[in-house]
């Protein structure tokens, strides 16, 4: 009874107000002392509910902002990306079980000038891969980019060891995007070397991230095997 009696006396306000003021506040998107007045005391739904007024864009049906609906959100449910680098394709059989697994999305992480056999020979002192393992600043440059990061809760990112670590691509990778408030699941294959520090030097390299502890696996896993790892993780990938 006194809600009832409430919203009509704000109606009654509201619509004094823009006979007032015409429809000012709703050209210049600001709202007027009694639309504040009216936002602070009833509820968004109720108010959104009981709203006849159409030039009332802040809680008018068609104008719902929806990230502050939390239906919406709910209906949106867990985005997950897969991103990896692969230089020998190792790596990239294993994000594709992981993104299939979860009917993801996949982002190759495409280096702009890509890696020969002559770069990749770890036996070769000069070679473009020694040179730039041996320099913690190095950022090859990559070509393209995630499209809307910003949607994604959860980040799988993955590539191969090279002399221990991440190759600094992936360092370039992540200095690239805001990762604040996702989670981030870091996934390498090696010819036998454990994921090591790898994984937390390259948070270092993140603010605001959660990232769960590395994980090693062989090029050869089944997409059972890296579902297993997968679902084990204790997250929620939504449905
Ligand atoms: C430059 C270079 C350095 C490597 N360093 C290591 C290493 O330290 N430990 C290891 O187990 N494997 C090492 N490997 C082997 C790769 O980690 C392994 O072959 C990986 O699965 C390749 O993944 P990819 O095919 O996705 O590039 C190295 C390979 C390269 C090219």
Not at 91 to 120: K, R, S
Not at 153 to 165: A, L, M, R, S, T
Not at 189 to 207: F, R
């Amino acid at each position: 009874m006194m809600k009832k009696v409430i919203t009509v006396f704000i109606s009654l306000l509201m619509i004094l107000s823009l006979a007032a003021c015409g429809n000012s506040a709703s050209q210049t998107g600001q709202p007027s002392t009694e639309e504040k007045l009216a936002a602070g005391t009833v509820n968004s739904e109720e108010s959104a509910e009981n709203s006849t007024n159409a030039e009332n864009t802040d809680t008018s049906e068609g104008q719902t902002n929806e990230s502050e609906n939390p239906d919406i959100l709910e209906e949106q449910g867990t985005k997950v990306l897969v991103a990896y680098f692969s230089a020998t394709n190792t790596t990239q059989g294993i994000a594709e079980h992981i993104a299939n697994g979860l009917n993801a999305d996949i982002y190759e992480i495409v280096p702009e000038e890509p890696y020969t056999d002559a770069d990749l020979n770890y036996n070769d002192n000069n070679s473009r891969t020694t040179i730039e393992m041996n320099d913690p600043d190095a950022r090859p440059a990559i070509t393209g980019s995630v499209e809307d990061m910003e949607q994604y809760d959860i980040v799988f990112i993955g590539y191969p060891i090279w002399w221990g670590e991440a190759p600094r691509i992936v360092s370039t990778f992540v200095e690239s995007y805001d990762f604040s408030g996702k989670t981030i699941v870091p996934f390498c294959t090696s010819g036998g070397s454990g994921v090591g520090s790898s994984a937390t030097n390259l948070e270092q390299l993140t603010d605001g991230a959660d990232w769960l502890p590395g994980k090693r696996l062989n090029g050869s896993d089944s997409q059972d095997t890296v579902m297993e790892w997968v679902n084990g993780l204790g997250l929620d990938f939504g449905e």
